[in-house]
């Protein structure tokens, strides 16, 4: 299996929150293994960093809608 560092990388806008989230797990597990050169590290940490934002994204935007929908739920009732 090819190292996260050597695969291409999509663009953050594109991936659903559990496609960055595997991908951000892929990227902490080889940072965990330390067999990567520094500047393979630090790419990964940078790509790492851009991830768990997009994932945080996605969670900020489900939690908005959550809200949206309990707020819209109580005022039908």
């Known amino acids: 299996m090819a190292d996260v560092a050597e695969r291409p ?12 989230r595997d991908e951000l797990i892929a990227v902490v597990t080889e940072l965990e293994q330390g067999s990567s050169t520094l ?8 790509r790492g960093e851009a991830l768990a934002k997009r994932c945080e994204e996605w969670l900020i935007g489900a939690k908005a ?5 309990r707020t819209g739920a109580v005022a039908a009732d």
């Not at 500047?39 to 940078?46: P, R, Y």
């Open 9 to 20: 990388t999509p663009d953050l806008a594109e991936l659903s929150y559990e496609q960055a």
């Open 39 to 46: 500047e393979q590290s630090l790419a990964l940490w940078e």
């Open 65 to 69: 809608r959550l809200e949206a929908a």
